[in-house]
């Protein structure tokens, strides 16, 4: 006897959505619209006081970004979600829901630079610190834990320099400490990997890049794992004790495995408003649907890269977690078995300069400051995403001068490849003016 | 809020407002495996229209200390204990799927304290699969995906939780694995099969009495429910269309709508 409950492929395309309920429209409708009327007043004030479900304002929830929000908890395995403007939004919205002027953050250092930013510079601001910790120094996590410590937050796969995380030992040490793990997940997508199967308490994305997948448009995206027992200390008082905002209410206590979700948006889009747009949720729906064919094809294109980059001589070195070199090959097996993802950082031969004929020269593959597009795409980080950083931080991040980030995408990867040797032939020239 | 019942520490949601003894007490009994947490969407609308609402985690559940209790019958004489306990002599009872065994067993021995009873998803008996019980008393996780899935209907299937954002199989199966699944959902499926004081414990009430079904309910089919209902004199029978077992959240405004309708009209404030 085996649950007949639908699978990863099936939910991409039906989860959170009744089409008996929206007027038989088969396609999920565009609610563009702000407001919901009440029946009369006591269902206003049934849903201002949370005793009821249903939608008030769109900042707070919209019927369109609900079916998004229900169909990405459905495919992470998570109890709730809340979508968000934009995966920075989405991070600062978790963050603010967690912590508290005072608070602390143990996080890798291998973050997007946006977030490295977040982090770094912006969330001080607000009395909120961070340690980093680069993400292979798995001991170092659990040195970096201080007393007000809120969570550990990491990128599974580090951008962009692809080292790997190891989930499950760190999601042991946020849990001995009573701490929950924060994983941004973007990288690979829940048809990659579930970080809750691997311990991980809140998983955070940037919808915008494979999920969404057409480079079409932004949203971020919270997902609730629900196993996280907020009660066990007393590390959460604004989850667990009686919020002023709600005549009293105890997030903990009343919704329990969706308590952070309900905080989030009875707070964070309350009183942020970081609200994703209903024709963007839309858009973002229209990538979920065919998330697994693409997400085959970009692993399988960027195997091939590997392969190629490899072998080819104007590349000083390749990281990605398919090659059997990689440090984290083995982990990746583990974490990743459907495929290592199609981020890849390789080392141009000849460094900065060699980078920046390479990249003046592809034709096909777009010079832009995204990943996970349909498209390839690449960017030399430490002059654009990671521009921020001086020398020493992007040493301690993982980057280098030669270094390119490379997003690949579902062309002919005959195409891709010839638009390289292109890059690399222009790279060349520069090398030889530099050997006379 | 927590209290004491038999020496052991009791949590159960007050829905939110504080817990008054001059309003009358409705009581929230879950079903086998839950919290009080699978009421939010009811409780919560009593507690703000003049009622003090109790909805109980049951020994070994949820936040509530002690084991499980093994019998049906062990669980209504502690229902009875926690009314005792909460300086009550009356009370409405709402029960559940397991919750309505109990609900039933409690106002068939102590009709002199329960004012209305209230059904959802019931039956005079819930016999189980037994490969499902034999998989529950092993905390085989296998038993919460099965019990998701009898659970719920085809369209909560899909989703469509009343409140955006939340995810029904997700959220129902992480309730039942808040603790080990031998000690709550085993215990529980057990105390369900070995009941069978149910059609006996029916006959015995005269007190108004209602019965919220749904017709795609695989845990408790329609036809069970109605069996029960026709075993209970005057009962008030309501079927929720398209629903599964989990009307209470899949179809939760419409079984709002009917609790309510049945509880200001047989159990008003006074």
């Known amino acids: ?436 | 809020m927590k209290f004491n019942v038999n020496n052991e520490e009791v949590f159960a949601s007050t829905g939110g407002r504080p817990f008054d003894k001059n309003k009358p007490l409705i009581i929230f009994i879950h079903g086998s495996g839950l919290t009080h947490m699978c009421w939010v969407l009811q409780t919560r609308y009593f507690a703000f229209h003049g009622y003090s609402v109790l909805a109980l985690d049951l020994p070994g559940h949820g936040l509530s200390g002690g084991k499980s209790l093994t019998s049906v019958e062990e669980m209504a004489d502690w229902i009875n204990d926690v009314i005792d306990a909460v300086g009550f002599n009356q009370t409405s009872l709402v029960g559940h799927s397991q919750g309505c065994l109990v609900a039933l067993e409690c106002a068939s021995r102590y009709p002199n304290k329960i004012k209305t009873l209230s059904l959802m998803g019931g039956a005079g008996a819930i016999p189980m699969n037994p490969e499902l019980l034999a998989l529950a008393e092993n905390s085989d996780p296998k038993a919460v995906d099965l019990m998701m899935d009898f659970a719920h209907g085809p369209s909560g299937h899909f989703g469509g939780h009343p409140v955006p954002g939340l995810y029904h199989l997700n959220t129902g199966s992480m309730l039942v694995q808040s603790k080990e699944i031998k000690d709550t959902l085993g215990v529980d499926f057990r105390a369900c099969e070995n009941y069978t004081n149910g059609f006996e414990a029916a006959k015995k009430l005269d007190l108004p009495t209602l019965s919220i079904l749904a017709d795609k309910d695989r845990m408790c089919r329609l036809k069970d429910g109605k069996k029960l209902a026709d075993h209970i004199k005057g009962s008030d029978v309501h079927v929720i269309k398209n629903c599964g077992h989990m009307m209470l959240l899949e179809e939760a405004d419409q079984t709002l709508a009917i609790l309510k309708r049945f509880i200001l009209d047989k159990y008003p404030i006074t």
């Open chain 1, 1 to 436: 006897m085996d649950p007949k409950t639908y699978k990863f492929d099936t939910l991409s395309l039906h989860a959170g959505y009744q089409p008996d309920k929206n007027g038989g429209s088969r396609q999920v409708p565009i609610y563009q619209t702000t407001s919901y009327l009440f029946d009369d007043v006591d269902h206003a004030a049934a849903l201002f006081n949370l005793e009821r479900g249903g939608h008030i304002y769109s900042r707070i929830s919209n019927p369109t970004v609900g079916v998004l929000e229900e169909r990405v908890a459905a495919l992470e395995g998570g109890t709730a979600a809340i979508a968000t403007s934009s995966g920075m939004a989405a991070i600062f919205l978790a963050i603010m829901t967690l912590c508290e002027s005072g608070d602390h953050i143990v996080a890798s250092s291998q973050v997007y630079g946006g977030t490295a930013n977040l982090l770094r510079l912006t969330l001080p601001k607000f009395g909120i610190n961070t340690t980093f910790v680069k993400p292979r120094d798995t001991e170092g996590f659990k040195k970096a834990i201080q007393k007000n410590t809120k969570c550990i937050f990491g990128e599974l796969l580090g951008n962009p320099g692809n080292e790997l995380m190891n989930m499950p030992e760190v999601a042991d040490i946020a849990h001995n400490a009573g701490l929950p793990l924060m994983i941004d997940s973007t990288y690979q997508t829940p048809y990659l990997c579930k970080p809750f199967d691997f311990g991980a308490d809140i998983v955070v994305h940037s919808l915008t890049k494979w999920m969404a997948g057409h480079g079409s448009s932004m949203a971020g995206i919270i997902v609730e794992g629900g196993k996280f027992n907020w009660m066990q200390n007393d590390k959460f008082p604004s989850l667990t004790k009686e919020y002023e905002g709600y005549h009293g209410l105890s997030f903990a206590e009343e919704f329990g495995p969706v308590a952070f979700t309900m905080k989030a948006r009875a707070e964070g889009m309350r009183d942020f408003g970081p609200c994703l747009s209903p024709q963007n949720a839309w858009n973002v729906m229209q990538g979920i649907e065919t998330l697994s064919v693409r997400m085959e094809k970009h692993c399988s294109n960027a195997e091939k890269m590997v392969e190629y980059l490899l072998a080819h001589e104007s590349v000083a070195w390749v990281s990605h977690p398919s090659a059997p070199d990689h440090p984290d090959y083995e982990l990746a097996k583990k974490i990743l078995p459907k495929g290592r993802g199609s981020m890849i950082a390789f080392g141009i031969k000849g460094g900065k300069e060699a980078g920046t004929a390479f990249i003046n020269n592809v034709k096909l593959a777009s010079h832009l400051a995204n990943v996970g597009d349909t498209r390839t795409l690449v960017i030399h980080p430490a002059s654009a995403t990671h521009s921020q950083m001086d020398e020493a931080t992007l040493k301690f991040a993982g980057l280098s001068q030669d270094m390119i980030r490379l997003s690949v995408g579902i062309e002919d990867i005959d195409d891709i490849k010839n638009d390289f040797e292109d890059g690399f032939r222009a790279a060349k020239k520069p090398m030889l003016v530099a050997n006379k």
